[in-house]
């Protein structure tokens, strides 16, 4: 797998891009010889992540509804479930954005590093229109066999 520098990328860039997007394959990229990416497909990205599902906790009390997304440690809470909906996705963007925005810090603390994959996961999904469903989507449920009888 040859790797291409930045500057060939730039030249060639409609090329390479439908490698990565069109024939489904990865293009690595690299800057001055120390700086790597990868240039991926976003269904190969949503293919990779698809196995990071976020599982929520819902809290019903007497005047208020709380949904815990254990994966980001984040809360959204509201009068009624809809509103506590709606303020966890709110809460997740703007996760997502600080995460990005000082990814570096992010990922290298301790508490932090490990939401990485969701945070991608979560940015993908915003990005496709798919947020709301991809946090809260209701489990899938595993039938046990039924025992003979």
């Known amino acids: ?48 992540l698809d196995r990071y599902a976020f599982s929520t906790e819902v809290f019903f009390e007497a005047d208020a509804v709380s949904i815990w997304l254990e994966e980001l440690e984040l809360y959204g809470r509201g009068e009624t479930f809809q509103e506590a909906q709606v303020d966890l996705v709110d809460e997740v963007k703007a996760y997502i954005e600080e995460f990005l925005n000082d990814a570096r810090l992010y990922l290298r603390s301790p508490n932090r590093a490990r939401h990485f994959p969701w945070v991608l996961r979560a940015y993908v999904a915003d990005a496709s229109g798919e947020l709301t469903a991809a946090l809260l989507s209701p489990p899938e449920i595993q039938h046990e066999p039924l025992a003979p009888a």
């Open 1 to 48: 797998m040859a790797t291409i520098s930045a500057t060939e990328a730039r030249k060639r860039w409609a090329d390479v891009f439908s490698q990565a997007v069109e024939a489904h394959w990865p293009v690595p990229i690299e800057r001055g010889g120390d700086e790597r990416g990868l240039l991926i497909g976003f269904d190969e990205v949503q293919l990779l």
